[in-house]
């Protein structure tokens, strides 16, 4: 049986370690509004300063949480990520299957208790305030993107264990993204917003939710959510760039191509194409991941931020660049990359910093946005190794 390296196992396993001595709880590059501070009457109401401090505080690079009475918290991202990375090492290590399992069952529980109340279904935000340029979510808002993620992650979960707990919360969470979510049309297609408090049009985030639709109907066969996936999926497809790329959004001023969020979209598409057998739009997804490959690289494979430029060095970036090009076969590639995240990102101390800019490094360790992405990651390529297989590494 081939095996990933034993670089990359040791750094795994020292991950793994590392979250769950954490309890699964650390810091985000955007829980500066859970400062105490921003409690105060001006500070919690003042758009300008909460986004402009926000965007301030997580390019600072000495972490300045305790100073600010800030605690470390648990994101429900980082379990759904961590139940994914859990579901491929519990089928590539049968000693240390049943310590994977139990993880699992404890993570649904607190899933289940982090959910957002008051909505359609089952439904996840983020443990901090988030103030958006063109939104306010409020810490526990569900979001699309939040719930996606973690969905995925309980998909990859139930297809290796047909767990019916699991399927009956995936097909809740379905019913989150069609009641909840508003809906933004271009003739029949549409997209879904961001979360239900806005009306942006943000191309991953509605690819996320056509993801879990296809998910759902493929483990009920239920015609509707297929249905309504692919009517968001043609509104994607209809806003592709001639070169093959996406923006991060319609209608405001994003437009730029970064490289995790062009990934996203890929991911979901190509799930899409799989789960529902709608083979037409496999031209856009070659199309899409051409481009990928092409631009969002340089020429050694060092994945760059945006099209147009290569710094940041960001956690995501590399550990989602690790996702896609496993997924897509390009194990070389991806371990290429992998390389160069333990170089230039890897504490040695069992986590990951956050980003490496042209003249310093950001050393904080977080826990969803650097240390769970990178299990997830790692895990994937060691099980595509192992088994020869990209089906579970959705």
């Not at 989150?176 to 809906?183: I, K, P």
């Not at 940041?312 to 660049?321: I, K, M, R």
């Not at 996702?323 to 504490?347: H, K, M, P, Q």
Request: net charge positive; charged share 20%; proline share 3%.
């Amino acid at each position: 049986m081939m095996e990933l390296d034993s670089k990359f196992m040791g750094v795994l396993f020292s991950l793994r370690d590392y979250i769950k001595r954490e309890g699964y709880a650390g810091y985000d590059p955007y829980d500066g509004l859970n400062s105490p501070l921003f409690k105060l009457p001006i500070l919690r109401s003042n758009k300008f300063i909460r986004f402009a401090f926000q965007q301030i505080f997580r390019r600072i690079p000495i972490n300045l949480r305790g100073l600010l009475g800030i605690k470390k918290g648990i994101n429900p991202v980082t379990l759904g990520l961590c139940i994914q990375a859990y579901t491929y090492l519990s089928m590539i290590n049968e000693e240390e299957k049943e310590f994977y399992l139990n993880e699992i069952k404890s993570l649904l529980d607190i899933l289940v208790n982090l959910s957002s109340k008051g909505y359609s279904g089952f439904c996840w935000g983020y443990n901090f305030d988030w103030e958006a340029r063109y939104t306010k979510i409020p810490a526990y808002t569900p979001t699309v993107v939040a719930t996606g993620l973690i969905t995925n992650g309980l998909f990859v979960y139930y297809k290796a264990y047909s767990d019916k707990s699991v399927k009956e919360i995936l097909i809740s969470s379905a019913k989150f993204v069609l009641n909840d979510l508003n809906r933004t049309y271009e003739g029949e297609t549409f997209c879904f917003s961001y979360s239900p408090n806005d009306h942006q049009k943000v191309y991953n985030a509605t690819m996320k939710g056509a993801r879990l639709l296809a998910q759902v109907y493929e483990i009920t066969r239920d015609q509707y959510y297929l249905e309504e996936a692919e009517r968001t999926v043609k509104f994607v497809i209809n806003n592709q760039n001639d070169d093959g790329s996406w923006f991060y959004s319609k209608g405001d001023a994003r437009k730029w191509v970064d490289n995790f969020h062009t990934a996203y979209v890929l991911d979901a598409l190509d799930d899409f194409i799989k789960l529902s057998g709608r083979n037409q739009y496999k031209i856009n997804l070659d199309k899409g991941l051409m481009y990928y490959l092409e631009n969002l690289f340089m020429p050694d494979g060092k994945p760059k931020y945006f099209s147009r430029r290569f710094y940041p060095v960001d956690a995501t970036e590399l550990a989602q660049s690790v996702l896609t090009l496993t997924r897509f076969g390009y194990i070389d590639r991806a371990i290429n990359v992998l390389n160069y995240a333990l170089e230039s990102l890897y504490s040695g101390k069992g986590f990951f910093y956050y980003q490496k800019n042209r003249f310093f490094t950001h050393k904080t360790s977080y826990m969803r946005w650097s240390n769970a992405y990178f299990f997830n990651a790692i895990a994937c390529l060691a099980y595509s190794v192992v088994v020869k297989s990209k089906y579970l590494c959705f």
